[in-house]
């Protein structure tokens, strides 16, 4: 590994645990570089995870990445917002590096998403996990996680981590989908240097650091239910629920008019399914022109809907952090996968601020998503990710 990249000609060094946040919002590509590197370079980087909005030219960056730190790995995606040191943030990069004292990582590409199977999970986890434990014999097995990133416009992210989730059995499993400020036109993620859409990143790493994964949301179902009676699953769109229109019915159903349908509604008026006693949002992601709703999770017909109500939003984040905190001791980092319309509900009910305070308090680098992994469920509306404490 290379020494770690020096910034006007100032020593940089590890950050506690070998784990270092940083973030820049220079316009300049090259400028950004410098800032971020300045920020999360160290000796003996294992691996950078890279959050890079889609406002900057990402194969720039990842080649001004490469020219100062040749031979680092880099993953990561394209967001729909970043989770910075110093709280939410749009228009920026944002990153954290792991040092090899402390982590060791394995990585799979899967290429295309849309070819992925079921029967092809056992045996990607089973050749990861067997490369993972050949490459680094100083972690005990219970101190290996996944991370999951997948392409947020692929539609095919159910299948992925249902299948790999279960494969990897005890090894827990966490992570997001990359998104596009809400453009829903081109998402990306990123290893190796390459930009490819339609890919997942499947990487294994074990640390000698305590960590805990976790997923929180903070919606409660109503008495209102809806059932879906014509959808389209391979889209996630839904034309029909309760027989009538879908948007007139969703709309009739949470006391607005089919017109005043956005974004801003559909964070604050969620659907839930129940699965396994508890209940996971289905969010919506927009009505198109004939009516129909599409959605960011798997949806089909016969599925049962409930309208749901917001919680306590601050109120559930601060119980989660002190939850994590008596766990593990203090909080060194966190790696956060937050769904874009979690961030759109912040700023509609005007909590952005405080929400910020909070993630940056807690350490929290991450960005906002099209999506989240969490074990063996593609979820959304909701907040997941990794809390390392000390080693």
Not at 164 to 186: C, K, M, Q, T, Y
Not at 328 to 353: H, K, N, P, W
Not at 364 to 381: A, I, L, P
């Amino acid at each position: 590994m290379p020494q770690a990249y020096q910034a006007k000609d100032k020593p940089v060094r590890a950050g506690p645990c070998g784990l270092r946040r940083g973030m820049s919002m220079k316009a300049s590509t090259e400028d950004a570089v410098d800032e971020l590197l300045a920020a999360i370079a160290q000796d003996r980087m294992e691996m950078i995870l890279l959050f890079c909005s889609p406002t900057y030219d990402v194969p720039s960056v990842l080649a001004a990445i490469a020219r100062r730190v040749p031979d680092v790995r880099v993953l990561g995606c394209t967001t729909a917002g970043e989770i910075t040191p110093v709280g939410y943030r749009q228009g920026t990069i944002t990153g954290m590096s792991l040092c090899a004292d402390h982590f060791a990582a394995s990585v799979r590409l899967i290429e295309p998403m849309s070819h992925f199977d079921m029967a092809d999970g056992a045996a990607l986890a089973k050749a990861l996990m067997a490369e993972h434990q050949a490459l680094d014999h100083r972690f005990e097995p219970s101190r290996t996680f996944a991370l999951l990133i997948n392409d947020g416009l692929s539609m095919h992210e159910e299948i992925i981590v249902s299948a790999l989730g279960d494969a990897l059995g005890e090894i827990p499993l966490v992570g997001g989908s990359a998104g596009d400020n809400l453009a829903f036109r081109e998402t990306a993620i990123f290893v190796d240097g390459r930009v490819l859409d339609n890919a997942s990143l499947l990487i294994l790493v074990s640390t000698d650091l305590e960590f805990r994964v976790f997923e929180r949301q903070h919606f409660h179902p109503l008495d209102q239910k809806m059932v879906v009676t014509r959808a389209d699953p391979a889209k996630r769109v839904v034309m029909e629920i309760n027989a009538e229109p879908a948007a007139e019915e969703y709309a009739r159903l949470i006391g607005l008019d089919p017109a005043d349908l956005t974004p801003l509604v559909f964070a604050s008026h969620p659907l839930v399914v129940k699965a396994g006693g508890r209940h996971y949002v289905r969010a919506i992601q927009r009505v198109d022109a004939d009516g129909c709703l599409h959605f960011f999770c798997a949806i089909d017909e016969g599925i049962i809907l409930s309208v749901a109500k917001s919680g306590d939003l601050v109120a559930n984040l601060v119980s989660l952090f002190d939850d994590l905190r008596a766990q593990l001791g203090s909080i060194e980092a966190v790696i956060g996968f937050d769904c874009v319309l979690r961030y759109v509900e912040m700023e509609q009910r005007q909590m952005l601020t405080e929400v910020s305070r909070i993630m940056a308090q807690n350490n929290v680098v991450g960005f906002n998503t099209y999506g989240e992994q969490f074990g063996m469920m593609h979820v959304s509306q909701t907040f997941t990710g990794i809390a390392f404490g000390p080693g």
